[in-house]
């Protein structure tokens, strides 16, 4: 998918994470390449806390996909990270054969199928998380999330091989639906990664007094944030919703698909697209909240929109 969201980190940008930087050189010298991410996680937040530091408890085995390589972090994950990406109702789940070959296939799928995808993801995500509830929480766990203030890691649990977001729940797992959620999430952290470095939103812009679009599919789930979007929410989703109505037209013209894998496919996208023009129209009607570049982007992603 072309895009005015840049698909690669630019050298020696806040996020390159080979430039020269003393705390960053440090840890690569001593084979911490791991944590870097957890450097630039201290920076984004101003913090005092050495998230670096924590991070470097957890183990990580190495996914390599096509010559790209992921972390897939293990052990507990330390209270001060989980924290400050609310995943304090989650550990991390044991590594076994099984979730392996799924992740692998998933990654797999994604380089062979959905090239430009792939791409985004081997370029926006070093670490994975696979989480799941702790014992004793009573709630609906996530599908799959990422948090800006926490580049290049992705986290997803069990449900994301189950769960194509917001409605579509299939009984049997497939690694097409793994695959869409690290999409999804590789795309929401390339759009935070253009965000913070370039101005989007127009002088002022503040998510806290940012104009509200309602969200009518969102309705009945109760909470109201859910319920009414931020522009700059809005937006994130639009560029999601943009890949993956790609992806899942791409998968729903294959022919080796089950029948659940295709019915679900199929909902999703039904269900996608007119939300995402519904958005599109929404952002396009609040243009003076972005800035100039910000409505070349949005003009970029009319032209997406139009395509689908």
């Known amino acids: 998918m072309k895009t005015a969201i840049t698909p690669h980190v630019p050298a020696g940008s806040f996020f390159d994470l080979d430039r020269k930087d003393p705390d960053l050189t440090r840890l690569r010298e001593v084979g911490a390449d791991s944590v870097l991410p957890f450097v630039l996680m201290e920076r984004l937040l101003r913090s005092a806390t050495p998230y670096a530091e924590h991070a470097r408890s957890l183990r990580s085995d190495s996914v390599t996909v096509a010559g790209a390589r992921f972390d897939w972090f293990d052990a507990k994950l330390p209270g001060e990270i989980a924290q400050e990406i609310n995943l304090t109702d989650y550990d991390i789940v044991p590594h076994t054969d099984e979730r392996r070959e799924a992740l692998t296939r998933a990654l797999d799928h994604l380089s ?65 639906f793994l695959a869409e959620n690290i999409l999804h999430e590789a795309t929401h952290q390339s759009v935070s990664f253009h965000v913070l470095q370039h101005q989007v939103f127009a002088d002022g812009y503040s998510s806290q007094t940012s104009p509200k679009i309602e969200i009518k599919w969102r309705a009945g789930q109760g909470e109201a944030r859910n319920q009414h979007w931020e522009l700059d929410r809005a937006f994130h989703a639009t560029c999601v919703y943009n890949q993956l109505l790609r992806f899942r037209q791409v998968e729903l013209a294959r022919d080796d698909l089950t029948a659940d894998e295709r019915a679900s496919l199929q909902t999703a996208h039904d269900e996608g697209l007119p939300a995402v023009r519904y958005l599109m129209r929404e952002l396009e009607l609040r243009g003076e909240h972005f800035s100039e570049h910000g409505r070349v982007l949005l003009a970029d992603l009319r032209h997406q929109t139009d395509q689908l």
Do not use: M, Q
């Open 112 to 176: 062979l199928v959905h090239p430009e995808g792939f791409e985004r993801v081997r370029e926006f995500v070093r670490g994975l998380l696979w989480v799941g509830l702790k014992p004793g929480v009573r709630a609906s766990s996530l599908t799959s999330s990422s948090d800006p203030a926490l580049p290049y890691v992705i986290v997803f649990s069990e449900k994301a091989r189950h769960h194509i977001p917001p409605n579509t729940v299939s009984e049997r797992p497939s690694h097409l």
